[in-house]
């Protein structure tokens, strides 16, 4: 049985945020804004429902979705796309496929004791965030 993620999460830290950011053609101003930024996670995990909610002083991106269901995602406020996505499990780990122009494109999340991890894919480049689970 997967793991119950349910939670809030401070962040620690990351690496590769420039080149993920690079690969989805995020302009250089931007991609330099959001390397400085620290965001925090929101889960909320009741049976097949989630809600993952990434907090950040410039702005919050909600995620409310069900487990092996495809939904159209708009990633506006990401880099203006929209694309197709599905989220499941594999083993303990929650993995976000998205598919659309980007090749690669999606991330996944896994907790090693009180730590989130987060692997977020675009093209060739990953860019990894590790975040702490608040008691």
């Known amino acids: 049985m997967p793991p119950n993620l349910t939670g809030y999460y401070r962040f620690v830290s990351q690496d590769n945020m420039d080149g993920y950011l690079r690969a989805l053609d995020i302009n250089v101003a931007l991609r330099k804004l959001v390397c400085l930024l620290k965001p925090d996670k929101e889960i ?25 269901k495809e939904f159209e995602e708009d990633l506006g406020p990401v880099d203006g796309r929209k694309c197709q996505t599905v989220i499941s499990w594999e083993g303990d780990q929650l993995v976000c496929e998205q598919q659309g122009e980007k090749r690669n494109r999606g991330w996944r ?4 004791g009180d730590y989130l991890h987060l692997h977020m894919t675009a093209e060739d480049e990953v860019c990894v965030q590790i975040f702490q689970k608040v008691k």
């Not at 995990?45 to 990434?54: E, N, S, V, Y």
């Not at 919050?60 to 487990?67: H, S």
């Not at 999340?109 to 090693?112: Q, R, V, Y």
Request: no cysteine.
């Open 44 to 68: 909320i995990h009741a049976g097949d429902h989630m809600t993952i909610r990434t907090i950040t002083s410039l702005r919050n991106y909600i995620m409310d979705f069900d487990l092996g």
């Open 109 to 112: 999340h896994w907790l090693e």
